[in-house]
């Protein structure tokens, strides 16, 4: 496995990751100390990549942060490459049925499409950017409610190894719990840290974040490539290591809870 995961092949990220899966499972039955002794760890996704040049300024935030691409836009295939060569997560922002019926933009899943549809517009999705890991969805408020669109996504992941991040967009999301179902590795949002573009108010959900990091251990971040956002950011990543608080891939934070999933099912048995 690791002789077939050579740099520069499109599957190399994917294949990584499946690798650690294993690495750590190991590990756990060897060590299984050390899955309660792990420093607070937070990831932090940057949606929205894509449509704007002026989206390239939060791939040079410090930090292993990971990026949303949506699919099918002016910059997001080029930076999806940048960010790849620095070595940090990418995965696809899907556009998704919202309740507003707010313009979705290419390459949206909507209640009304097929199964066919819906395979259609992922398979085409990664196409354009093969090494993703896998999805978070852009909006889907709709969508993400709905059980059989979401089995139909899942099914399609699970197929092709992908994982899968729940923006949250609607309280009453299935989509991680179908995720989960499905044999989707699956985690999801907890906090958005830029609703407001005020520093003051990106200030005070980072300090939030910091703080539920502590309490939970592991925690989802989203923010997006506004400029106000990646100025607050720059000032405020290294708050995280003077807190004791690791920044981590969104990759990692999925094989820490596999893991941890993994050896509470070996207790129970």
Sequence with gaps: E???????????????????FKIF????????????????????????????????????????????ILPHTPYGKKLALKAQANNNDVILHIPM?????????????????????????????FAEIPFA????NHMGSKLTELYQPMAWTMQFLRERNLVFIDS????????????????VPSLHRHIFLDNKLEHNYIRRQFKQLIRDAKR?????????PHPETVT???????LLAEN??????????????????????????
């Design 2 to 20: 690791i002789a077939s995961c050579l740099v520069g092949s499109e599957m190399c990220i994917r294949d990584r990751l499946k690798l650690l």
């Design 25 to 68: 499972s190991l590990l756990s039955l060897v060590f299984p100390a050390l899955l309660y002794a792990q420093q607070a760890q937070v990831a932090i996704i940057i949606d929205d990549i894509g449509y704007r040049k002026s989206d390239a300024q939060a791939l040079y935030l410090p930090g292993k942060l990971s990026y949303a």
């Design 97 to 125: 049925e919202a309740k507003n019926g707010k313009k979705l933009g290419p390459g949206a899943l909507t209640s009304e499409m097929s199964e066919s549809g819906i395979r259609e517009n992922l398979t085409n999705a």
């Design 133 to 136: 890991l896998g999805i978070n």
């Design 168 to 183: 949250v967009t609607t309280s009453a999301s299935q989509a991680e719990k179908v995720a989960i179902s499905f044999g």
């Design 216 to 224: 939970y251990q592991t925690v989802v971040a989203i923010a997006h």
């Design 232 to 238: 607050a950011l720059r000032k405020l990543l290294p």
């Design 244 to 269: 004791n608080v690791e920044l981590v891939p969104v990759s990692q934070l999925l094989i820490r809870k596999t893991t941890s999933l993994n050896s509470q099912q070996r207790a129970e048995e």
